[in-house]
C-alpha cells in the first residue's frame, strides 16, 4: 500500500498540461523523478516516471513506444530507452491527447526522428490547443485502429469511441499478450473522466467490459496510471466504477442534491481509491454528473 501511496503522489499533475509561464517551476518539480524500466514479457517492457505509463518494444527493429509522459521528462524518456537498444523510437502511439501522455511528442519528433500515431481526434485537440507545438501533433492518425509489425510481434491499435476522452487507444501485443489499456485503467484509484472531452461513465465501463471480454487470465495489463496488472484487478476496478454509479444514480433518482451525496459519502470499502487527483468529492461529481 505504501508503494501505492507514493505512486500516486508521483502523478498528482497527471493529466495537467504545462504552461510555459510555469516552465521553470516545472523543470524544478520534474528534478528528482526517475524514469525506471520493468520487463514484461516478450519485447515489451513499462517504463514509470511522472505521468502515464510508457509501454514499449523493443529488439531488432528499433523501438517503440506507447505514450511519453511530460515535456520535462523527455530526455530521461530517452535515456532509459537507450538502456533497451535505442533512444530514437522508430514510432510513438498516443492513447490519447492529455499532456501526461503526449507532453514528449515534440522531442521524440523533432530530435530522435519518431512517427507519432494516434487517433484522429488526439490530433484536432491537440492542434486546437495554442500551448501545443505543430511537431508535437501526430503524423498518422486512424479512425478505427492499425496493426503494426514489429520486433516479430504483432501490435494492434485498437480505437474505443466512448471512455476517457473521445480519442482513446489502447495497444495489445499479440504474441506476448501484453494489454496497454491507456487511461481505460487506472489501477486500485479512481479514473480521471474527461467529460469536457467526450469522455463519460458509462461508455468507460462499457470500454472496459469490451476489454476484458478480449482478455484472459494470462493477459498482462499495463495500465495508464499505477502498477503492472491483470485481468482480475481490471475487474475489480470496473466493478469499483459499477457499484459507485449505480449508488450515486439511486441518490441522485432520489432527489439528493450533488452537495448532499458528498457529504454523504461513499462506502468506507472504497476509501483507499482515492488519490491526490482524484479524491473521492472529484469522483462522486463525475458520476453525478453522468447519472
Excluded at 145 to 171: A, C, Q, R, W
Excluded at 182 to 209: K, R, T, W
Aim: overall charge negative; hydrophobic content about 40%.
Amino acid at each position: 500500500m505504501h508503494s501505492a501511496i507514493r505512486s500516486r503522489s508521483l502523478i498528482l499533475t497527471a493529466l495537467v498540461a504545462i504552461s510555459p509561464l510555469n516552465l521553470a517551476f516545472a523543470q524544478d518539480r520534474f528534478a528528482d523523478v526517475e524514469v525506471k524500466a520493468t520487463e514484461v514479457r516478450g519485447a515489451v517492457h513499462m517504463l514509470t516516471g511522472m505521468g502515464g505509463n510508457i509501454g514499449v518494444s523493443a529488439g531488432e527493429d528499433g523501438v517503440l513506444i506507447i505514450d511519453d509522459q511530460f515535456a520535462p521528462l523527455a530526455e530521461k524518456v530517452a535515456s532509459a530507452l537507450g538502456e533497451l537498444g535505442s533512444d530514437k523510437p522508430k514510432y510513438v502511439i498516443n492513447t490519447h491527447y492529455h499532456g501526461d501522455h503526449t507532453g514528449s511528442n515534440a522531442f521524440f519528433h523533432s530530435h530522435k526522428g519518431a512517427t507519432i500515431f494516434a487517433h484522429e481526434n488526439v490530433r484536432v485537440r491537440l492542434a486546437s490547443d495554442e500551448k501545443v507545438k505543430p511537431e508535437a501533433l501526430p503524423t498518422v492518425t486512424y479512425d478505427d485502429g492499425i496493426k503494426i509489425y514489429f520486433n516479430g510481434e504483432t501490435v494492434h491499435v485498437m480505437h474505443l469511441p466512448v471512455g476517457h476522452t473521445d480519442g482513446d487507444s489502447v495497444v495489445w501485443f499479440e504474441q506476448p499478450d501484453v494489454l496497454h489499456t491507456g487511461d481505460l485503467f487506472f489501477n486500485g484509484m479512481f479514473p480521471y473522466i474527461d467529460q469536457g472531452a467526450g469522455g463519460n461513465v458509462e461508455g468507460y465501463m462499457e470500454s472496459v467490459q469490451h476489454l476484458l471480454n478480449k482478455i484472459d487470465d494470462d493477459t498482462v495489463v499495463i495500465p495508464g496510471h499505477g502498477k503492472l496488472s491483470n485481468k482480475k484487478e481490471y475487474i475489480t476496478f470496473l466493478n469499483m466504477i459499477s457499484e459507485t454509479f449505480s449508488y450515486v444514480k439511486s441518490l441522485k433518482q432520489d432527489g439528493k442534491s450533488l452537495e448532499e451525496v458528498k457529504a454523504m459519502g461513499l462506502d468506507d470499502k472504497w476509501a483507499d481509491w482515492s488519490w491526490n487527483f482524484i479524491s473521492e468529492e472529484k469522483w462522486i461529481t463525475t458520476l453525478y454528473t453522468d447519472a
